[in-house]
DNA sequence: CATCTCAGCTTACAACTGTACGCTAATTTA
DNA sequence: TAAATTAGCGTACAGTTGTAAGCTGAGATG
């Protein structure tokens, strides 16, 4: 094995071994150096021959944490395009995800609040982006005009996170339950805009 | 003094001293009984003379953040009495609350998605009343069929603090615009559920 | 006044933290 | 092959943590 394939495996080693910790109940700034080393299988001092920081590392979490995102967004295009109800196959996409990615969407959830400013900025930017498809997803198949879109968008995010937050620590039954609610909510939503498109259609 | 003065003083002292801890970016998790202590000016063991552990601490902070939040309720409904939108109202108290109470809120919104189930339990319920309360409001004075007014309720609160959250760390412009976007969408919301109702009138 | 209670203190200790320093052994380069 | 690079290790240290043990002095109680 060369080198560099070496170091990379250490890498993933340790940023395996940090999801690892946050599994259990952490947050980021909550789990040390030496934690990680040790779960990783190296010595404490090793760990700097691949991060500079904690932070770092952290950065790089959220990171591997955005793109699992946008892969979620991805499928469920996929799934849409290919039949069923937007509503429906986006939530039921979203709460999939949240079951086999639990701890992705945990560490999102903690860092979007959480302590360190680098980290939530991380965080809201990775929301962000899922936003703005939304928002486009909503321009151009719903001809809804755009500012009218991105409220809607951004008020539909707020509920799939808030209601993720729920589902995350949610039995079967219950996560079921959250799922037929949030979709009810995200109707009333795109029927409220419909409607307020109806009373003033030339909205600016 | 007596001595049972003296003790509420400490204790509050502590309490007073912890409030300070979070005002900087951090969980109650991440704070210290020793940096308590400090805060308080008394010595680190003195400590366990008021509270059995940091986590009895913790709780009881969450209460205070919780009495803080019935009373921004309360305060809300007088405000709505007195004339005035109730959206526009109830945001703009809500807004104001943030301000005054950043840390308060914080406390609330970290410990909200943080790591003591505990914890989360706690919030979580100080949450829930203030959804109770709501969807009561929107029942009494909306007529409002029950089911829909708590599907309402809830994603206008889950709304609210999602928006907070962002109000928190924002300037006066920002916060003023996430205000005007709030309000735009809980009104959505709101013509949502009346558009669901005069499609299913009967709804169950 | 004598006794009791107890809030707060000091001292102490073992556990853990981040990280500086220098070594080793194996791969890479020349 | 000789030299250079470097991933990983062991040792070491100063700082912080929670908390056990026992003392003190002032307020409470009789």
Redesign the interface.
Known sequence: MSRQEQKQKTRQNIIAGAFQLLNE???L??ISLREVAREAGIAPTSFYRHFKDMDELGLTLVDEAGLALRQLMRQARRRIASGGGVIDTSVDTFMEFISANSNVFRLL??E??????AY?LAVSREIQHFTDELSDYIIEQLRIPHDVAV??A??MV??V???G?DAL?ADTILKNDISE?LK??L??????????LQIMPDSK
Chains 1, 2 share one sequence.
């Open positions: 109940n952490r947050t700034s909550a959830l903690r979007h609040t959480g302590t360190s400013a939530r409220l809607q951004e008020s707020r509920l996170f808030s209601a937050a620590e609610r009810r909510q109707r009333f939503i795109q029927l409220g805009s419909l409607a307020y």
